[in-house]
Each structure stands twice: as structure tokens, then as C-alpha cells.
């Protein structure tokens, strides 16, 4: 009898239905409709119900019934410039609210990237350290749980100059890159770092055909393409692109690229920078066709000579990085027709724009 009465409690909890009087299948694309703002305070609710709300099957389903909500994310500089925060900016009005703040100190050059509705930041050194005091932390934002935690630190303290990537190894795996910067000797660095986040672990991967400090990369069609920076202090910037082919796990180079590169970001499988020499114009490369395009950027709404990336609504957008009265955000629209490629927004950061992401949950 008592084995019986204990066999029927963990029948009990193990097939506990998410809604009561719903099958699960139901209850989860009930759950999955729910106005991203409430995510926070679902996911309060019990942990069978935060752990949907985490997991992909959500974003799957929020996808397939058009749900989808896209936030864009900035760290800017705060009023005073003696620190940072992220906040969420309104795309259709009203007020930006703040992210929880990163723990420990304050930290710069680090490396941010996007991943299934979460911010990863990763390595960076110590603004108010001595010189060559680098991070090894790894810090995860879950921006449907407004949630900060620690992850699995690097193998290898370092500034991140250029971003972690995501890239598709195979269907079940993508990893995160980190590559180049200096370490905790102020040495240049050739090392590159993948991290899995579903195993939470770091591996070496094949390391850079020379230090890269200062450049960046992106991740277009399944490759990680790394340009500028330098070798050394006293080497100039490198106009080399190196390409890691994940499938081939080999570097290849092509001699086309730029730089001192202020600001980059990717859209539509094409990459946007803007090189420090002339920041009235962006840059377009076409990984198929290898090949650079030029676009003039207008004076209309900014006289600002530098610029931070975001990308919204398939669209790219220019933050200014001058304090200006009655500035707006130059918007520049890859789809529209001769003449018409640009405008401006109200969209914009609350301070200087640092660092921008956008996430779409």
C-alpha cells in the first residue's frame, strides 16, 4: 500500500500539467503569445514556466505565429562619463528603461554578442586597473528574464577588441568565437577561443595567421571573417582578411579590406563599416562577390563626423557619437530605392553610444 501511494505522488509530479485543464502543446503556445514585456513575471510564477520561457521552443513558436518583438539594446555613456549602462530604446515612443547592471568592476573592450535572446559579454580589461589588468569573466543577460549570471570563464584573459560570433558548425551545435586582442602581459594575441553555450565549455581552435589587436569580425554565412587591427604597437593596421571556415577548420586570406575601423555591423549578409579616415562614408563588402561598395553618408540630420552602428527593422542605424541639440538618428535602408536610401529617427540612446545589439524574442 505504501509503495503504491508513493508510486502514484511521482506520477503525480512528474506529469503535472503547465495550465491546468490544458494540454502542454497548448498551454506552451499560450504561455509562448504573452506580450514580451510580461516575460519577467511569468517566468516568477514557477520554474517549469521559466524554463519554456528560456528555451527555443518559445522563441519557435512566438516565430510561427508572428510574435516576434524586436528590442534594441545600447550601452551608452552615463551623464557624467564616469560609467555606462545598457538600456532598452523605444522604437515607437516613450521612455528607454535600463538593464540590470553588469556585476564587478567597471570594464571596457570587451566583446558582446547575441545569442537565442540573451546578451553575452565576454573578457575586456579593468577601466580603473592598472594597465594589462585583463578579464577572463563571462557574464549572460537573458533579456526575457531581466537576468544577469555568471558563465564559464575564457581559457585566456583578454581584451576582446573584435566580437564573439555565432556561427552553424553543424544543425545541433553553434559556437561563439573570441579572437585576437591582448593579454594579461600586454602581449598581442593569435588565439582564437570557441565557446559552446550548450555545454558551457571553451575549446582552442585554430589560432590567427598573425596577432590581431584592435581589429573586428563578424560572422556572414557561416564563416568568420576578421579584419584590421594590428600585429603589434608598431606595425600599421592590416588591410588582410582572415576567413575561418568552420567546416574545413582552416583560415584563408583575402587581401581586401579595411582599415582602423570605427564602426561595423552586418545586415543582410553584407558588412557595413565606417573606416576613421573618412567617416562621412560607409563601406559595403559582399562576401560572394569579394567586393566593396562606397555610400555616401548625408549631412541631413547629423554634422557629427563619427558614428556608432545599430541595426532595427532591417534597417541600419548612425548614433552620433557628438552631443547635439535637436540631433537625429541618420537610418539608412538598403531596400529602397535611388535617393531614397536615407532618413532620420527619433530613435536614439539616452548617452553616447557605446555598443548596440539587437535581440528579437
Known amino acids: 500500500m505504501c509503495f503504491s501511494t508513493s508510486m502514484r ?26 506580450p514580451r514585456s510580461d516575460f519577467p ?3 516568477a510564477v514557477c520554474k517549469r514556466w521559466r524554463s519554456f520561457i528560456e528555451s ?8 510561427e ?10 550601452l551608452t555613456n552615463d551623464a557624467e562619463g564616469k560609467g555606462s549602462h545598457w538600456e532598452v530604446l523605444r522604437t515607437s515612443g516613450g521612455k528607454n528603461h535600463l538593464v540590470p547592471p553588469m556585476p564587478g568592476p567597471m570594464k571596457a573592450g570587451f566583446g558582446v554578442v547575441v545569442f537565442e535572446g540573451k546578451i553575452l559579454i565576454f573578457g575586456g580589461y579593468l577601466v580603473d586597473a592598472e594597465i594589462g589588468c585583463v578579464s577572463a569573466d563571462v557574464h549572460q543577460y537573458d533579456s526575457r528574464l531581466n537576468r544577469i549570471k555568471h558563465l564559464l570563464n575564457m581559457e585566456r584573459a583578454s581584451q576582446v577588441e573584435c566580437g564573439p560570433l555565432r556561427l552553424r558548425l553543424r544543425r545541433a551545435q ?4 573570441v579572437v ?14 570557441a565557446y559552446d553555450p550548450n555545454r558551457n565549455e571553451w575549446t582552442f581552435i585554430e589560432p590567427l595567421r598573425r596577432p590581431r589587436w584592435g581589429c573586428f569580425a563578424s560572422a556572414i554565412q557561416g564563416k568568420l571573417f576578421v579584419m584590421g587591427g594590428r600585429s603589434s604597437f608598431s606595425i600599421g593596421n592590416s588591410r588582410s582578411v582572415d576567413i575561418y571556415d568552420p567546416a574545413l577548420r582552416s583560415w584563408s586570406e583575402v587581401k581586401k579590406g579595411c582599415v582602423m575601423v570605427t564602426a561595423h555591423a552586418v545586415l543582410r549578409d553584407r558588412l557595413f563599416c565606417m573606416e576613421w579616415k573618412n567617416q562621412r562614408r560607409l563601406v559595403v563588402f559582399d562576401p560572394v562577390e569579394c567586393e566593396w561598395k562606397v555610400v555616401m553618408v548625408p549631412l541631413t540630420g547629423s554634422s557629427a563626423i563619427g558614428f556608432r552602428f545599430g541595426v532595427f527593422g532591417g534597417k541600419l542605424l548612425l548614433f552620433s557619437l557628438e552631443e547635439e541639440p ?12 535611388p535617393g531614397l536610401e536615407w532618413r532620420t529617427s527619433e530613435i536614439r540612446p539616452g548617452g ?3 555598443y548596440s545589439v539587437t535581440i528579437e524574442v
Open 9 to 34: 505522488k511521482v506520477s503525480s509530479e512528474v506529469y503535472r500539467p503547465i495550465l491546468p485543464g490544458l494540454p502542454d502543446d497548448v498551454a506552451k503556445y499560450c504561455l509562448a503569445l504573452v
Open 41 to 43: 513575471n511569468l517566468g
Open 56 to 63: 527555443k521552443e518559445c522563441i519557435t513558436i512566438r516565430k
Open 65 to 74: 505565429a508572428g510574435k516576434l518583438e524586436e528590442w534594441l539594446y545600447v
Open 174 to 177: 553553434r559556437l561563439i568565437y
Open 180 to 193: 585576437g586582442g591582448y593579454g594579461t602581459d600586454g602581449e598581442r594575441l593569435s588565439s582564437v577561443e
Open 326 to 337: 535637436g540631433y537625429k538618428t541618420l537610418v539608412y535602408d538598403p531596400d529602397a530605392g
Open 352 to 354: 553616447l553610444c557605446l
